[in-house]
């Protein structure tokens, strides 16, 4: 069964405390894995989608990397307004359609 | 940059109300979805539509249907609304192609009473 599994489920840092955050997944074969932030009560934004094992992208302080077992969302000198839930979606293929599962996310707080 | 619209923000409905939740995206994208989101769990899908006329069900699409009658818009149906469907409901597009990332609007919270 095609999953998705992120760590932790919360986490907090002091601006400027460095950390990454991890999403584990079993699919047949990876097309995408894709990161996204979301704020409160706000819908998903985009970040990144990643293809291949080895493959990283970076925006701002974020940089995502991928593995062939997981990825990591590593943060380098956080800031308060990175406090926000990071969700993980894996692009899987069901009844010959294409769609994303998502993890539950990881709860990032970053304090002054 | 892609916009995705949806019709409330929030939303207090009774016990076996008839519900409409509308989608709406400006950016000619042939694909749309609806998901639900509720903590713990993740989204999940519901339906979504490649085309006009055209849907097909997701994971939990049970009590819930469909329309899209233009490529814009696309709407969720609650036929009798229930408390077990107060959830954060989020709509999505996509163009058509290879590159698979999703766009989501804002989110309705429904809250059913």
């Known amino acids: 069964e095609d999953q998705v599994t992120q760590s932790p489920e919360a986490l907090r840092l002091q601006e400027g405390e460095s950390s990454s955050l991890n999403c584990s997944y079993t699919v047949s074969g990876l097309r995408g894995l894709f990161w996204y932030r979301q704020d409160p009560g706000k819908g998903p934004e985009f970040l990144f989608t990643l293809y291949s094992a080895g493959e990283e992208k970076e925006k701002e302080r974020l940089k995502a990397t991928l593995t062939k077992k997981e990825s990591f969302l590593h943060i380098t000198a956080p800031k308060p307004e990175d406090s926000a839930t990071y969700l993980c979606?894996?692009?899987?293929?069901?009844?010959?359609?294409?769609?994303?599962?998502f993890g539950a996310g990881t709860r990032l707080a970053v304090h002054p | 940059d892609v916009k995705v619209t949806q019709s409330s923000r929030y939303l207090v409905k009774r016990t076996g109300e008839k519900v409409f939740l509308e989608c709406v995206q400006d950016?000619?994208?042939?694909?749309m979805f609806w998901y639900r989101q509720d903590p713990g769990l993740g989204l999940r899908l519901i339906y979504f539509?490649?085309?006009?006329?055209?849907?097909e069900k997701g994971d939990i699409p049970e009590g819930y249907s469909v329309s899209r009658e233009k490529k814009e818009r696309f709407s969720l149906i609650l036929e009798s609304a229930s408390t077990n469907q107060t959830s954060m409901y989020l709509c999505?597009?996509?163009?058509?192609?290879?590159?698979?990332?999703?766009?989501f609007g804002p989110g309705t919270r429904l809250t059913v009473t």
């Open positions: 539509s490649y085309d006009v006329k055209m849907k």
């Open positions: 950016m000619d994208h042939e694909n």
């Open positions: 999505a597009s996509r163009e058509q192609g290879p590159r698979y990332e999703q766009y």
């Open positions: 979606a894996v692009q899987a293929v069901d009844g010959g359609y294409n769609k994303l599962i």
